[in-house]
């Protein structure tokens, strides 16, 4: 399955990296939402929709992405009524964003929201059940090999180094590396994520 083919950047971070094993949704304090905000925002700059000036978001205006959710964000980002910074948007966005793109799955029948929630070590967590495991299966296999991948499949596999990274306290010496062969702009995004989920992990630990 071409995964750059059949879904958006942040339908696959979530599938790969967002949801635990157990289909879980994590807790806020993971930073984990910042991923999915980040994604969003690289799969509009690698369309064309965004770019980036002095470390801020600018939108272009004209043409609409396809991926309901991306529009959204989309609209939201042109009727902002002043520039903000990559990071303010990643932060900005990852409110909701989980919402946003699990409704979009769930009418693919990838996912189904479950009654029942788990535990989590910081309360109780909403949880989904995966229908189409191969999906799943498919983007986690194309992290392992995104490095002679397309560029938005590198972009992915940055994404989800950055942000474990970020969370675990590890170096990004696995991410650098992908971070210099993508656009200034998603470069820009990536470390505004990996900034986003260091300062929630952090705040969690005081």
């Known amino acids: 399955m071409k995964t750059d083919a059949t ?34 925002l690289i799969e509009l700059a690698l369309g064309g929709f965004i770019y980036t000036v002095d470390g801020y978001i600018v939108p272009v205006h004209g043409a ?9 964000v989309l609209v939201r980002i042109r009727s ?14 990852s409110a909701g ?22 535990p989590l070590t910081t309360g109780w967590a909403r949880c989904y059940d995966v229908l189409c495991g191969e999906r799943r299966d498919a983007v986690v296999r194309s992290l392992g090999g995104a490095a002679d991948s397309s560029e938005r499949l590198v972009a992915l596999a940055a994404l989800a180094s950055v942000c474990r990274a970020a969370a675990d306290g590890r170096e990004r010496s ?6 210099r062969s993508l656009s200034p702009a998603c470069a820009q995004i990536l470390t505004a994520v990996a900034a986003c989920v260091s300062l929630a992990v952090l705040s ?3």
Do not use: C, N
Request: aromatic share 8%; hydrophobic share 40%; proline share 3%.
């Open 7 to 40: 879904s958006s950047l942040g339908a696959d971070f979530m599938l790969a990296v967002y949801l635990d094993g157990q289909g879980r949704v994590p807790g806020y304090r993971s930073g984990l939402d910042f991923g999915l905000s980040g994604a969003m």
């Open 64 to 72: 609409q992405p396809r991926d309901r959710a991306l529009g959204e």
């Open 80 to 93: 902002s009524r002043k520039l903000r910074t990559t990071s303010q948007w990643v932060r900005v966005l």
């Open 97 to 118: 964003a989980h919402k946003r793109l699990s409704a979009g799955l769930i009418a693919e029948g990838v996912l189904v929201r479950t009654p029942r929630r788990w």
């Open 174 to 179: 696995e991410s650098e590396a992908m971070l």
């Open 204 to 206: 969690s630990w005081t």
